[in-house]
């Protein structure tokens, strides 16, 4: 699990009593929701943009968060980036990283995914999860495009995506890699759903892919469902992140078969002394009481330091990819 479920349940709450407020950030911010569409539920996170008001910072249930509520929208035909979190995690799960880049001109939507993160997590164990997944990013960035108060504001032509772990096989997916499901039929034993049935038969539809996406900065990607054989298709300039140590079935061996297995043979960015998590921002005290597993590095990791350097690199990355 990427986030306390109850520390993030009571965040998305105090979000959205602050975003009927008039409270001032460092950038825009506004709540997004993201209709249902047939069987595929509602939506729900922020979206953080250039905002040209002062910076204040403010606490947003236990973390601190930069934002203008409904700041008017500084720019036009802006790059968009869309966040997709690891397990169990929340659209605030990235949210310094989400910072940087409005800091530096981009719109940034961030979403929790129904049934996998800390707010639901009914369906997390399940392979479903990593059907609907690519699928929840696709409609997020159709809705940013259409029906969004800002659409207008986005260049089409300049979008791209951030994910971790999950969120790294999703972005994967989205970039044209193809999960090989049949091999861990297992995770449908006992279900009788039709999703588990196209498994067994080997009639799965085809993965949800997203053209629109230009460039994307991966993190940790979980790449249990992947082979080498999986990438052929995968043609954006990818920047690649990996900790030293893994964690939560991601390891570094696996990372590495992910850039040898690319096309275009993206160089790794092996974070020295790091796990797993110290992807997530740095963790207020009083939530790094409460989950020591997701707060806490190795000695002499200094996880702040890092994130400085970290979203110096994908601003860069994102500037230069997308120009």
Not at 159 to 174: E, H
Not at 281 to 290: E, L, S, T, Y
């Amino acid at each position: 699990m990427t986030m306390s479920r109850a520390c993030l349940a009571g965040a998305t709450v105090v979000l959205g009593w602050m975003l009927c407020a008039g409270t001032a950030f460092a950038a825009g911010i506004q709540s997004l929701a993201v209709p249902a569409a047939g069987a595929s539920p509602a939506l729900s996170g922020a979206v953080w943009y250039p905002c040209a008001l002062a910076p204040t910072e403010l606490q947003l249930g236990p973390f601190r968060i930069s934002a203008v509520k409904d700041c008017p929208l500084a720019g036009r035909r802006l790059p968009l980036i869309v966040i997709s979190h690891g397990m169990a995690g929340s659209f605030l799960g990235h949210r310094d990283t989400a910072q940087a880049l409005a800091d530096a001109g981009f719109i940034v939507a961030a979403i929790s995914h129904p049934g996998d993160s800390a707010q639901d997590s009914s369906s997390t164990d399940e392979l479903s999860v990593f059907v609907r997944r690519p699928e929840d990013i696709r409609r997020v960035v159709d809705h940013l495009l259409g029906a969004a108060p800002f659409a207008s504001a986005i260049d089409p032509d300049r979008i791209g995506l951030f994910g971790f772990s999950r969120g790294g096989y999703t972005g994967l997916v989205l970039a044209g890699a193809v999960p090989v499901f049949g091999r861990h039929a297992a995770m449908c034993e006992g279900r009788t759903d039709d999703l588990c049935a196209a498994v067994r038969s080997g009639q799965l539809a085809p993965p949800v892919q997203d053209g629109r996406i230009r460039a994307a900065v991966i993190a940790d990607p979980l790449a249990l469902f992947f082979g080498a054989e999986s990438f052929g298709a995968v043609g954006i300039p990818i920047q690649l992140w990996r900790s030293e140590f893994g964690g939560q079935g991601v390891t570094p061996a696996g990372v590495g078969a992910v850039a040898a297995a690319l096309p275009a043979r993206p160089a790794i960015h092996t974070v020295a002394g790091a796990g797993h998590f110290a992807f997530l921002p740095p963790c207020p005290p009083q939530f790094a009481q409460a989950l020591p597993e997701l707060c806490q590095d190795r000695p002499g990791f200094d996880r702040k330091a890092f994130h400085d350097d970290f979203n110096a690199q994908v601003v860069d990355f994102f500037r230069r990819s997308m120009p």
